[in-house]
Nanobody, 115 residues
């Protein structure tokens, strides 16, 4: 059974940085197109970064040049480096595939950015 476990969230002041991690079991992430998603209260879950099997990444305009997605195949893990954080980045962050077929969602990790 596939399990995704996110960690690394926390409370940070605007302009600060956080690095999120996603540890996977039951699947080799290197064979998947993967993504980081976030969901703020009252909002739909949105994709904020994705990385292909070969390592190419893309981002929506809202986080481009601030967020960086990466993967460590040896550790079967996915990461999201978030810099220059803004209050509007406050949300629960999740990892999952960047395709239409999703694994069971993990519990996510809360990111709170204070102004």
């Amino acid at each position: 059974q596939v399990q995704l476990v996110e960690s690394g969230g926390g409370l940070v002041q605007a302009g600060g940085s956080l690095r999120l991690s996603c540890a996977a079991s039951g699947i080799r992430l290197e064979i998947m197109h993967m993504g980081w998603y976030r969901q703020a209260p009252g909002n739909e879950r949105e994709l904020v970064a994705r990385i292909s099997r070969v390592g190419s990444a893309d981002y929506p305009v809202s986080v481009r040049d601030r967020f960086t997605i990466s993967r460590d195949n040896a550790k079967n893990s996915l990461y999201l480096q978030m810099n220059s954080l803004k209050p509007e980045d406050t949300a629960v962050y999740y990892c999952n595939t960047a395709t239409g077929i999703k694994f069971p969602w993990g519990q996510g990790t809360q990111v709170t950015v204070s102004s």
